[in-house]
């Protein structure tokens, strides 16, 4: 069974740039979370999708978004990139929410210049 | 004060010993508990998932949980260079709350030969 996979592994943009990351979860795989992680702040949630809506969302500005397709599969947009948004983005699926195993992508490591 | 702790180390010991690492927490109402492992350039993968208080073994590895200090420990015996990582703990409340998982900023294992 294929794994979560994310696209791109890597990236470089610079400040004021948008940037799209993409999301394949595990077949069967109805949830989708997105975690953003940072040696200062560890690994902090984004938000969370199932059946293409939106279920829960984590603290971060309105510059984040995401979205989910019929397939499952889904995407992550930040736009106005600012320099402290270089992360590793992680995705995260699982049957249904509130499932008690997250099964995490590799991630999209970000940098901003 | 973040709402779960834990020491980002670097932890080093030698090949054999025990390890031992912890999280603290302050949200009395968190009752599953995790355990993930994170290897370098790839993402975190559970290793434990425990209820409420109480012990559970798997091979090498023993979760400990002691709800009436808010303490989590995760015991690897043996241990091998291969478990050379960054651990992260995590916790979540029951159904009815947000079965988000809170996660711990991680600690990075060195285990050398």
């Known amino acids: 069974k294929a794994g979560v996979t994310q696209t791109p592994r890597y990236l470089i943009k610079t400040r004021g740039q948008q940037v799209t990351l993409s999301c394949s979860p595990i077949?069967?795989?109805?949830?989708v979370s997105w975690y953003q992680q940072t040696p200062g702040q560890g690994l902090q949630f984004l938000f969370e999708y199932f059946s293409e809506t939106q279920r829960n969302k984590g603290n971060f500005p309105g510059r984040f978004s995401g979205r989910q397709f019929s397939n499952s599969r889904s995407e992550m947009n930040v736009s106005t990139l600012e320099l402290g948004d270089s992360a590793l983005y992680l995705c995260a699926s699982s049957p249904q929410p509130g499932a008690g195993e997250l099964f995490f992508g590799e991630g999209s490591r970000l940098t901003v210049l | 004060q973040k709402e779960v702790e834990q020491d980002p180390g670097p932890l080093s010991v030698p090949e054999g010993a025990i390890v031992s690492l912890n999280c603290t927490y302050s949200?009395?109402?968190?009752?599953?508990f995790m355990w993930y492992r994170q290897y370098s350039r790839k993402g975190p993968e559970l290793l434990m998932y425990t209820y409420s208080s109480g012990n559970k073994e798997d091979g090498r590895f023993t979760a400990q949980v002691d709800k009436s200090s808010k303490y989590i420990s995760l015991f690897i015996r043996d241990s091998q260079p291969s478990d050379s990582a960054t651990y992260l703990c995590?916790?979540?409340?029951?159904?009815?709350?947000?079965?988000?998982?809170?996660f711990g900023r991680g600690t990075s294992l060195i285990v050398h030969p």
């Open positions: 949200n009395s109402a968190f009752q599953y």
């Open positions: 995590a916790m979540k409340t029951a159904s009815g709350g947000s079965y988000i998982p809170t």
């Open positions: 077949s069967g795989h109805r949830s």
